[in-house]
């Protein structure tokens, strides 16, 4: 009888994504991972209580493990370097919690016959657009996405990006100011826009008078507001 050979996966740079070879790469590919899936099975007894289950290939989740687990098996033991020892028994440890954790993760009811999916994200557009609402940004501090390194505050700075500052507005947290043009209020600071930033302002002067301003702006308002009202009145329009 022909001795079973190991096979090789495929060569290249870092795991190509399924998705992302040719009809006939894809091909070669799956063959080899059956192929090595088949030595893998035998080698290492895996038929005892089957712990591969027959209907792997009916699990996407299983497929890509298993793809992974060829990839870096081939890494350590066609390339070989001063920790390849290490490594290999790493990559030995990682088989046994794929045996003994994943498997029964991706195919825990498979004992009894396959089991596929019973939903898929993507038929489903009211999920999708559940997870579309949500951010990978969650609890991550306003500061630390607008800087790009771990913070909690933006006070120190004396300008910001105007980039890094549409984060704050959007998040709401800087309040643009529709009667002064080209001017925020941010972290109990006022800010003025030049071309690509924003530079606090920390003249008293100049603090004194936008404030000032807003003041007089929010009294003219009120002045129109009640004006407004006592027109409704005198014309007997219900308010609101």
């Known amino acids: 009888m022909r001795e079973t050979r190991r096979p090789r996966p495929p060569r290249g740079s870092g795991i190509p994504e399924w998705h992302s070879l040719s009809a006939p790469d894809r091909d070669v590919a799956w063959t080899q991972l059956i192929d090595w899936v088949v030595w893998l099975h035998d080698r290492y007894e895996l038929s005892i209580e089957e712990r591969i289950p027959p209907c792997w290939p009916q699990h996407p989740g299983l497929v890509e493990e298993l793809w992974a687990l060829m990839i870096w098996r081939t890494e350590i033991y066609d390339r070989p370097n001063r920790a390849a020892g290490d490594t290999a028994h790493s990559w030995h440890r990682e088989l046994r919690a794929f045996v003994e954790i994943t498997v029964p993760f991706y195919a825990r009811t498979c004992r009894a016959g396959h089991r596929g999916a019973?939903?898929?994200?993507?038929?489903?557009?009211?999920?999708?657009?559940?997870?579309?609402?949500?951010?990978?940004?969650?609890?991550?501090?306003?500061?630390?996405?607008?800087?790009?390194?771990?913070?909690?505050?933006?006070?120190?700075?004396?300008?910001?990006?105007?980039?890094?500052?549409?984060?704050?507005?959007?998040?709401?947290?800087?309040?643009?100011?529709?009667?002064?043009?080209?001017?925020?209020?941010?972290?109990?600071?006022?800010?003025?826009?030049?071309?690509?930033?924003?530079?606090?302002?920390?003249?008293?002067?100049?603090?004194?008078?936008?404030?000032?301003?807003?003041?007089?702006?929010?009294?003219?308002?009120?002045?129109?507001?009640?004006?407004?009202?006592?027109?409704?009145?005198?014309?007997?329009?219900?308010?609101?």
């Open 118 to 240: 019973e939903h898929l994200a993507a038929t489903d557009r009211a999920l999708y657009e559940q997870w579309r609402s949500h951010t990978p940004t969650k609890n991550i501090p306003l500061a630390t996405l607008m800087s790009g390194r771990p913070r909690t505050t933006m006070q120190d700075e004396k300008w910001i990006t105007a980039a890094a500052m549409q984060i704050a507005i959007d998040a709401s947290e800087a309040l643009e100011l529709p009667t002064v043009k080209g001017c925020l209020r941010y972290e109990d600071n006022w800010w003025q826009r030049t071309r690509n930033r924003w530079i606090k302002i920390d003249d008293p002067a100049a603090i004194a008078s936008i404030e000032e301003f807003i003041a007089n702006t929010c009294e003219v308002d009120r002045v129109i507001a009640e004006r407004a009202r006592m027109r409704r009145v005198m014309t007997g329009k219900k308010e609101n």
